[in-house]
């Protein structure tokens, strides 16, 4: 506390300045949620400050948000890449500053292998590169829960995405921080050579901040578990370093204010080295306070010292508000500090230690579902143990290793004959209770109203904790919240079809009213042609993974009843694999032969260690539900022949009728019109047939059905031509209504139970068009 002023309803008002600047300007009346605070503390200093933190942070911060620059114009940059940047195949791309201190995401396609070797020896961050290039249009997000390149150039406060096919030249930085940068790579690759394998991802980590090394399998354990925190280099692995420092040095006999001054010094170069997330320097800045305060050259609360280290990033770096690192960092700080009345009355280690967890999972929930969709039910229960044991013994283990492998090699590497096992049984153990089930809670990204209950109901716990009220009749506070967030999406009484942009290739979200079932009908996938090269990502795109189950869990869908794969081209289920292991499936439906084909093994595989049934379906098979009814109208009986052996389903529902169709071919469509050219399609939406090929989508095929509306899925720019100019002719000729993925995202038709229906895209997230029943 600085007199009676305190920083902390000082720094609240900045945060939702933060937030308005970049709109909308509305967010500001947020700040009259403090009104009930400044009435009970009845002083008038703090609140004048607020109002002028507000506003003139508000404007501050106006005038300095970036603007994307404007595509297509060529120009030249200087620019030096930070730490993360990253070679990937023919690329080199990541965030830089130019010299005239913007950010700009830039990438670099290499000349040649021979260059991308030159640079994967150098460390890129220490040299000045002269760039020719253009800005780029940044891509449509796939859907309203996938990577959005928009955002993520928010979020780091870029002003576009600079890319370059030649390179003019490079010149090597000077400077401190290109000094504590080039130290920084040096102690990674020191790591990686002294280290065994199985420890040098984690120890990178834990010491330098570097996750980039961390394999995605590994790193979905932690998820599950919801310790990966432990490898954000956090103010509990600052405050142990901290402490360890200083204690070494009190037993060395140096002066205790020589010791806090040194570490106010070195503090910042650590968090630099340590690379700089928003979780090391809001640990270095709150540690710098603690130790000027222990100094006494002036005095402060911890809540106060922790709101003006976020204040004084949000007004230096404004983007940060959006990190979810940030965001997460600040809540969890905060919602302990205000804790500790509570964890005081426990003298138990194991109670303090549940306490901690409880209290900072509950604090962060609504974030974590806003930015994953899913939280970890198992880490109330895990983190008691993974935390004393990251605390006290593999973080100082790593400590001491990185010392003994620059000292006395010899001696770190009977250590290492030691400690690797015994890490190695850990992981085991850790990867044994990562394969339990039901450990995450999937509701999904819940909504406005939802958000901002999960919000009051954890200030409610927290305030009835604090008050003395029973855990068990205070967790009810923060339990309600949460069964209204699950209950949501079972209340929506639509019918929901989403066609999601998986580029080229097919992928269907079919929920039912009330969510009496979800269907997915393919899964996209990518075709790859010839054999990997220099020019090869180290990671293939996973359409599955990175499209199809976001979506999925951003919606709340923990079970898809039916996935149903048309047939066995890459691009309509390579994708299958992903889903199926990070979403339950009912049962697989295929088109019969396709199971023998090679692209089916994964799916095969996975499907029988997993104990799912796979059913061959034809021509007839069909099922219903209370609004809905579906229908198999191919394949017939008989050999697997490819695109012409689709799986066909048509679903009818209270208004429209649809027809998914898969590749089916020419041949396929005339077999259709033959069996069904009489039935009353009723107001069809159609799914197109190979992406606008002109091996489907004949002449008789669309006259025949005269669909309301035709959903074309296809890639952006594909190499095929899709969709091809006749087959547009054909719907142009009939003045038929078309939508395409690669112009607007995906495309979700929701059908009330009045029969009308809403098309949503994602190209802008709002209504693109409503229709009400027969017209």
């Known amino acids: 506390?600085?007199?009676?002023?305190?920083?902390?309803?000082?720094?609240?008002?900045?945060?939702?300045?933060?937030?308005?600047?970049?709109?909308?300007?509305?967010?500001?009346?947020?700040?009259?949620?403090?009104?009930?605070?400044?009435?009970?503390?009845?002083?008038?200093?703090?609140?004048?400050?607020?109002?002028v933190a507000a506003v003139f942070s508000y404007f501050f911060i106006s005038m300095h948000i970036p603007g994307l620059k404007e595509s297509g114009q060529p120009t030249t940059l200087n620019l030096t890449w930070t730490d993360q940047v990253k070679i990937d195949g023919g690329k080199m791309k990541g965030f830089a500053k130019t010299d005239s201190g913007e950010v700009v995401y830039a990438l670099l396609k290499f000349e040649n292998e021979a260059q991308k070797l030159q640079f994967q020896n150098l460390h890129i961050p220490t040299y000045r590169f002269t760039l020719e290039g253009a800005f780029q249009d940044l891509p449509t997000p796939a859907h309203k829960y996938s990577f959005s390149m928009?955002?993520?150039?928010?979020?780091?406060?870029?002003?576009?995405?600079?890319?370059?096919?030649?390179?003019?030249?490079?010149?090597?930085?000077?400077?401190?921080?290109?000094?504590?940068?080039?130290?920084?790579?040096?102690?990674?690759?020191?790591?990686?050579?002294?280290?065994?394998?199985?420890?040098?991802?984690?120890?990178?980590?834990?010491?330098?901040?570097?996750?980039?090394?961390?394999?995605?399998?590994?790193?979905?354990?932690?998820?599950?578990?919801?310790?990966?925190?432990?490898?954000?280099?956090?103010?509990?692995?600052?405050?142990?370093?901290?402490?360890?420092?200083?204690?070494?040095?009190?037993?060395?006999?140096?002066?205790?204010?020589?010791?806090?001054?040194?570490?106010?010094?070195?503090?910042p170069i650590y968090a630099v080295m340590a690379g700089g997330a928003p979780s090391v320097w809001r640990a270095v800045s709150v540690t710098i306070l603690i130790l000027l305060t222990?100094?006494?050259?002036?005095?402060?609360?911890?809540?106060?010292?922790?709101?003006?280290?976020?204040?004084?990033?949000?007004?230096?770096?404004?983007?940060?508000?959006?990190?979810?690192?940030?965001?997460?960092?600040?809540?969890?700080?905060?919602?302990?500090?205000?804790?500790?009345?509570?964890?005081?009355?426990?003298?138990?280690?194991?109670?303090?230690?549940?306490?901690?967890?409880?209290?900072?999972?509950?604090?962060?929930?609504?974030?974590?579902?806003?930015?994953?969709?899913?939280?970890?039910?198992?880490?109330?229960?895990?983190?008691?143990?993974?935390?004393?044991?990251?605390?006290?013994?593999?973080?100082p283990m790593n400590i001491l290793l990185l010392i003994l492998t620059y000292l006395t090699p010899s001696i770190a590497d009977i250590i290492f004959l030691i400690y690797s096992p015994l890490r190695g049984w850990v992981e085991a153990f850790t990867e044994h209770l990562a394969s339990l089930p039901y450990q995450v809670w999937v509701p999904g990204r819940p909504g406005t109203v939802s958000s901002a209950l999960a919000v009051a109901g954890t200030l409610m716990f927290l305030i009835a904790l604090e008050r003395g009220l029973k855990a068990l009749h205070a967790v009810l506070f923060g339990?309600?919240?949460?069964?209204?967030?699950?209950?949501?999406?079972?209340?929506?009484?639509?019918?929901?079809?989403?066609?999601?942009?998986?580029?080229?290739?097919?992928?269907?979200?079919?929920?039912?009213?009330?969510?009496?079932?979800?269907?997915?009908?393919?899964?996209?996938?990518?075709?790859?042609?010839?054999?990997?090269?220099?020019?090869?990502?180290?990671?293939?795109?996973?359409?599955?993974?990175?499209?199809?189950?976001?979506?999925?869990?951003?919606?709340?869908?923990?079970?898809?009843?039916?996935?149903?794969?048309?047939?066995?081209?890459?691009?309509?289920m390579e994708?299958?694999?992903?889903?199926?292991?990070?979403?339950?499936?009912?049962?697989?439906?295929?088109?019969?032969?396709?199971?023998?084909?090679?692209?089916?093994?994964?799916?095969?595989?996975?499907?029988?260690?997993?104990?799912?049934?796979?059913?061959?379906?034809?021509?007839?098979?069909?099922?219903?539900?209370?609004?809905?009814?579906?229908?198999?109208?191919?394949?017939?009986?008989?050999?697997?022949k490819g695109n012409d052996s689709s799986l066909v389903l048509f679903m009818t529902t209270e208004g429209p009728t649809f027809l998914f169709t898969g590749d089916l071919e020419v041949e396929g469509e005339r077999r259709l019109i033959r069996r069904y050219g009489d039935l009353p399609w009723k107001n069809l939406i159609l799914k197109a047939g190979h992406h606008g090929s002109h091996t489907s989508s004949s002449d008789e095929f669309i006259r025949a059905l005269q669909p309301e509306l035709t959903i074309f899925s296809y890639g952006k720019d594909n190499r095929y031509g899709h969709p091809h100019a006749e087959v547009v002719a054909t719907f142009k000729k009939y003045g038929l209504k078309t939508m395409a993925t690669a112009k607007h995202g995906s495309i979700t038709i929701s059908v009330r139970s009045d029969g009308s229906y809403t098309i949503l895209t994602s190209e802008n997230e709002k209504t693109a068009l409503s229709i009400p029943l027969g017209e």
């Open 479 to 572: 339990i309600v919240p949460a069964i209204f967030i699950h209950i949501v999406p079972y209340a929506d009484s639509s019918l929901r079809v989403t066609y999601l942009d998986v580029g080229q290739g097919d992928s269907i979200v079919i929920e039912l009213p009330h969510r009496r079932g979800v269907y997915v009908i393919d899964t996209g996938g990518t075709i790859n042609f010839g054999e990997p090269n220099w020019r090869t990502p180290e990671k293939a795109f996973e359409v599955g993974r990175s499209i199809v189950v976001p979506f999925l869990k951003g919606r709340g869908i923990t079970k898809i009843d039916k996935l149903m794969l048309t047939h066995a081209d890459s691009d309509h």
């Open 294 to 395: 222990a100094t006494g050259r002036f005095r402060m609360r911890m809540d106060d010292a922790l709101a003006m280290s976020a204040a004084g990033f949000i007004l230096w770096q404004p983007f940060v508000v959006f990190q979810p690192g940030f965001q997460l960092s600040y809540l969890a700080a905060f919602s302990l500090i205000y804790s500790t009345r509570i964890l005081s009355r426990h003298a138990s280690a194991y109670k303090v230690s549940f306490l901690v967890t409880a209290i900072t999972q509950l604090a962060l929930y609504p974030v974590l579902l806003f930015h994953f969709y899913e939280l970890s039910l198992s880490s109330f229960i895990v983190n008691l143990f993974y935390v004393p044991l990251y605390s006290f013994i593999i973080l």
């Open 1 to 51: 506390m600085i007199g009676e002023v305190r920083l902390i309803y000082i720094c609240m008002p900045v945060a939702v300045s933060a937030f308005a600047a970049y709109g909308p300007a509305q967010i500001l009346f947020l700040n009259l949620f403090l009104i009930p605070i400044f009435l009970r503390r009845k002083e008038a200093v703090t609140p004048i400050l607020a109002i």
């Open 575 to 640: 994708g299958a694999d992903e889903v199926l292991e990070e979403i339950r499936v009912g049962e697989i439906h295929i088109t019969p032969g396709s199971e023998k084909e090679k692209t089916m093994e994964d799916v095969m595989r996975l499907a029988s260690e997993k104990g799912i049934p796979i059913f061959a379906m034809t021509e007839g098979a069909a099922w219903s539900d209370k609004s809905s009814e579906f229908y198999y109208m191919a394949p017939s009986k008989g050999a697997y």
């Open 150 to 267: 928009g955002r993520y150039l928010k979020m780091n406060g870029a002003v576009g995405m600079f890319e370059s096919d030649r390179l003019i030249g490079y010149e090597i930085n000077s400077g401190v921080q290109t000094i504590l940068s080039r130290h920084r790579w040096r102690v990674k690759h020191h790591i990686q050579a002294a280290f065994p394998e199985s420890l040098a991802t984690e120890a990178q980590a834990l010491l330098i901040g570097d996750r980039s090394s961390m394999d995605e399998e590994v790193a979905a354990r932690y998820r599950t578990l919801g310790i990966t925190h432990l490898f954000a280099i956090s103010g509990l692995h600052v405050g142990l370093l901290t402490f360890l420092f200083r204690s070494l040095l009190i037993r060395l006999s140096i002066r205790v204010e020589t010791i806090d001054n040194l570490l106010i010094t070195l503090l």
